[in-house]
């Protein structure tokens, strides 16, 4: 090659790119999103646009407004959601369990956010629950009569985070696969 040659590829094979860049640039909807060594970008992205793409993570959002919501949509967006990437059955319904039992143990409904994360490069999923009130960790402050749905929860999945940020309590789950 000769020097101070530059080669431009554009492409979805992110081995490939991995493998033969000096620099990459993300591009998301025209734009260049995030740009780095092939290490940073491909090891530690810093947006969450870029860690969705490069480990292929396909997700969904469900909103809940008051405590009326109804379970039944939630769960068949749950399920189309799993069939749409082959998630196979029996995980499919895990996920719909979980977010049951996770919803059981709710005092304030007037402001969910639940994200299902599902990631097509390890097969892993991740339910997080978000929601808008003062500092309260819902898995750590729960009556006796509601102590079998947290063990549940605990059983199925391999780690349960919690950090509250931003005026929301934000739990992310990670489902044991």
């Known amino acids: 090659a000769r020097e101070g040659l530059t080669m431009i590829i554009v492409t979805h094979e992110m081995e490939f790119a991995k493998n033969t860049s000096s620099r990459v640039f993300y591009m998301d909807e025209g734009i ?4 780095g ?3 940073q970008i491909f090891e530690n992205p810093q ?3 870029t860690r969705s793409f490069i480990h292929r993570i396909r997700s969904m959002h469900y909103a809940i407004t008051s405590k009326n ?3 039944y949509a939630l769960q068949g967006e749950i399920g189309n959601f799993c069939e749409k990437h082959v998630i196979p059955e029996k995980l499919n319904g895990l996920v719909q369990m979980l977010a049951e039992e996770l919803l059981l143990l709710q005092n304030d409904y007037s402001k969910i956010d639940i994200s299902l994360s599902y990631s097509e490069k390890d097969g892993s999923v991740e339910m997080t629950l978000e929601n808008q009130s003062s500092e ?3 898995m750590e ?3 006796e009569e509601k102590e079998i749905g947290l063990m549940i929860i605990k059983a199925r999945c391999s780690s349960i985070d919690y950090k509250y940020e931003e ?3 934000i739990t992310t ?3 044991k696969n």
């Open 32 to 35: 260049i999103y995030e740009e």
């Open 47 to 49: 947006k969450e646009k």
């Open 69 to 71: 919501f109804d379970l």
């Open 136 to 138: 309260y960790n819902f």
């Open 167 to 169: 005026g929301k309590n």
């Open 173 to 175: 789950f990670k489902i």
């Open 141 to 143: 402050n729960q009556d």
């Open 37 to 39: 060594s092939p290490e």
